[in-house]
């Protein structure tokens, strides 16, 4: 027992002071401790080493849209398709996904503006059971391709993916196809679509929407990607090159047209949307 303590069982009247546990924020690549308004005033990336944390829906949404923009409603779609059950039931694990998160599913988009350009802004969540690829991601995305039709406005989509969602099985990948419509509806029209590639983008959105837009902008260190590094080396058996898959190495590669960092992604985003959009359409 410390000095300090056996005082404070001495001194009854002297309370001891609780210290919230949220006040510090540990970067995870430099390990860092961050003061948390620093680390929020700073868009959630490291002042450190720049690596950008991830970031739910509602603070990406506030991020990019202008004050005052409006939240498009999630679709409703058939909830456990399948019956799917592993070692817990789907419908458990959507219960407890939505008591931890404050939207339906893992796709949430907003009308509005983005500097004065009018935008659709739709954002996959990654703490949403990974972001999974499921039919209420599929309809969210087609609902807001929609809105961007209707309002003839650009559509700006953020991914962040582990993949389908395994528990709704083939109707999850039919999500890939329909995307991909829409993604084509938006070309034919005229209309700019453009993906921000956020940490991390993998699976089948990575082989759908995320990689067919107008312009391809990562957030810096996002890992995009297929397949993991692991099954390709395996695979090809060879030893992968450093940094593969990371945005810095698709950019090099041409498989990205722009790495943005977060505090420049909103001006970015602005003056893209001001040169593609239709002047017609502005």
């Known amino acids: 027992m410390s000095w300090l303590t056996r005082v404070r069982e001495r001194l009854p009247f002297i309370n001891k002071r609780e210290t919230p546990d949220n006040l510090w924020v540990k970067c995870p690549r430099c390990k860092e401790m961050i003061f948390a308004k620093e680390y929020e005033a700073n868009l959630s990336v490291c002042p450190k080493c720049d690596h950008h944390g991830r970031i739910g829906a509602d603070e990406r949404l506030a991020q990019l849209l202008d004050e005052g923009f409006e939240l498009l409603p999630a679709p409703e779609v058939t909830e456990d398709p399948l019956k799917f059950k592993d070692s817990k039931r789907y419908t458990d694990r959507l219960k407890a996904a939505r008591a931890a998160n404050p939207h339906h599913d893992a796709f949430t988009s907003g009308f509005g503006t983005i500097e004065g350009k009018p935008a659709v802004v739709g954002v996959q969540d990654f703490t949403f059971m990974g972001g999974s690829m499921g039919m209420a991601v599929g309809d969210a995305f087609i609902t807001a391709a929609q809105k961007a039709l209707d309002n003839k406005c650009g559509f700006v989509c953020v991914t962040a993916a582990g993949g389908a969602r395994m528990q709704e099985g083939i109707l ?108 017609k359409a502005a």
């Not at 312009?215 to 593969?244: C, D, K, N, S, W």
């Not at 722009?258 to 040169?275: F, H, I, M, N, W």
Request: aromatic share 6%; net charge negative.
């Open 172 to 279: 999850s990948l039919m999500q890939m196809p329909r995307a991909t419509v829409m993604t084509r509806r938006l070309r034919e029209a005229g209309l700019p679509y453009i993906v921000v590639l956020a940490d991390p983008t993998t699976g089948g959105v990575t082989a759908s929407y995320a990689m067919l837009g107008d312009i391809h902008i990562a957030e810096p260190g996002a890992l995009i990607g297929f397949a993991g590094q692991r099954v390709i080396q395996e695979t090809i058996r060879e030893q992968l090159p450093e940094g593969f898959q990371r945005a810095e190495y698709l950019h090099k590669h041409g498989m990205v047209d722009l790495v943005v960092s977060r505090q420049d992604l909103k001006g970015t985003l602005a003056e893209l949307l001001d040169y593609l959009t239709p002047a």
